[in-house]
């Protein structure tokens, strides 16, 4: 009997531990759940990675009860970027943030090192990382200035931010370990602390490409979530179905953060309509209920990775030949944006977990069984 009874208890232990594993894994993208964002197709990995050359690597730390945080880096193509830079532009929707390198993405129109993500107080060391990393590329010994591309968001709830526990060596293996292909979403990377709708945020992915008569271009859309306000996917009101809403009450009234949204497209945009571009990322977030808060740093980082617009570090010419789209081209170009971003901040939450971080403070994952049935009502889903 005692050992029927042994048996029994481990049974169960087992049990309990695969029903607690089998949580984690169940977590699905939006078009796995059949919830169609828009019109046009994604790409193969539904990702920014899709556009060709772009690479997405994480560091995630998450230690003790405390450290919840991490980085994320985007490589805009394999070469060396800061020899073979790429047109780049960058849209400020609302400037509570602290983003390096702005100033000269905005007067000369081009991106020099990887893109990289992480929490507020972690800025700096980042940026300092980007440094050594292209100082260490054998091709840029002779180089004396580097503008270090850095954006954040604030994790200071889920995560002991005044710790600043992100080091170098952090950021640098997150660069050298990004890869092409699947990108790994939710709580990982810089979006391992964040919080979006009162939910679990974190980093999410997303992708469309236009009809070959269109082009064919593919646009990639990377985003870290940190943000508030009242939840909506595909028109429906689910943050007030679910009861959990900016103004609803003393908890939820308080819509402040971040959202930090990198685009990657191959078409041959100049620097002057990837902005026209990044601004139209921000209508992607308000389709998701975002507001764009007093208190929210919300930044759209925009580039090309097409090969004959690049910007080589060095030319003997005096002159920059470029074959760009016309104005007049670009609406299929800023539908795919609007789509792309507003599965990307989706994707960001539906692949989170629950998480209990620094304090104690505890935050639920969204309840995906709950929100698929309120879709069901409204028609988006069968």
């Known amino acids: 009997m005692k050992f029927n009874k042994v048996i029994f208890s481990f049974t169960l232990i087992f049990f309990v531990t695969s029903l607690l594993f089998c949580s984690s894994v169940k977590r699905k993208r ?53 020899q073979d830079k790429v047109p780049a532009a960058i849209y400020v929707a609302n400037g509570f943030g602290k983003l390096i390198g702005y100033t000269q993405i905005e007067e000369l129109g081009n991106i020099e090192t990887p893109i990289i993500l992480t929490n507020t107080l972690s800025v700096p060391v980042a940026a300092d990382a980007l440094i050594d990393y292209i100082l260490s590329l054998k091709e840029n010994k002779d180089i004396k200035s580097i503008n270090p591309v850095v954006g954040e968001t604030n994790d ?28 790994e979403e939710g709580a990982v990377g810089a979006g391992t602390g964040t919080i979006c709708f009162g939910y679990k945020g974190g980093i999410g992915t997303s992708s469309r490409i236009l009809p070959s008569s269109l082009g064919g271009y593919t646009v990639g859309v990377l ?20 009861g959990k809403y900016y103004l609803r009450d003393k908890i939820m009234s308080n819509p402040d953060g971040s959202c930090m949204i990198v685009v990657a497209t191959d078409a041959p945009l100049s620097s002057r309509n990837l902005k026209r571009l990044a601004k139209r990322a921000m209508l992607g977030l308000a389709k998701t209920g975002g507001i764009s808060s007093n208190g929210s740093g919300d ?37 795919a944006v609007i789509e792309a971003t507003e599965e990307a901040i989706l994707n960001s939450f539906f692949m989170a977990n629950s998480m209990k971080g620094n304090n104690g403070l505890y935050v639920k994952a969204i309840p995906i069984n709950e929100v698929m049935k309120i879709l069901e009502k409204y028609n988006k889903v069968k």
């Not at 003790?64 to 991490?70: F, L, P, S, V, Y």
């Not at 002991?160 to 060596?169: A, H, L, M, S």
């Not at 952090?170 to 990108?183: E, F, P, Q, R, Y």
């Not at 580039?303 to 080589?312: A, G, L, M, V």
């Open 223 to 242: 985003v870290q979530t940190n943000f508030g306000g009242i939840l909506q996917i595909a028109g429906c009101p689910i943050g007030i179905e679910l």
């Open 156 to 183: 200071g709830w889920l995560n002991d931010i005044v710790g600043r526990y992100i080091k170098k060596e952090h950021v640098i293996k997150a660069i050298s370990t990004a890869s092409l292909g699947t990108v």
């Open 299 to 335: 930044y759209v980082i925009a580039f090309s990775t097409e090969k004959s617009i690049r910007i080589p570090y060095k030319s003997k010419s005096f002159f920059v030949k470029e074959r760009v789209l016309r104005n007049e081209k670009l609406s299929p170009l800023f539908l």
């Open 30 to 82: 939006v078009h796995e759940l059949g919830l169609k964002i828009g019109i046009l197709k994604h790409g193969k990995y539904n990702a920014i990675t899709d556009v060709q050359g772009v690479r997405v690597g994480h560091y995630t730390l998450i230690k003790g009860e405390n450290i919840r945080t991490g980085v994320t880096a985007i490589i805009p193509h394999e070469g060396n970027i800061f």
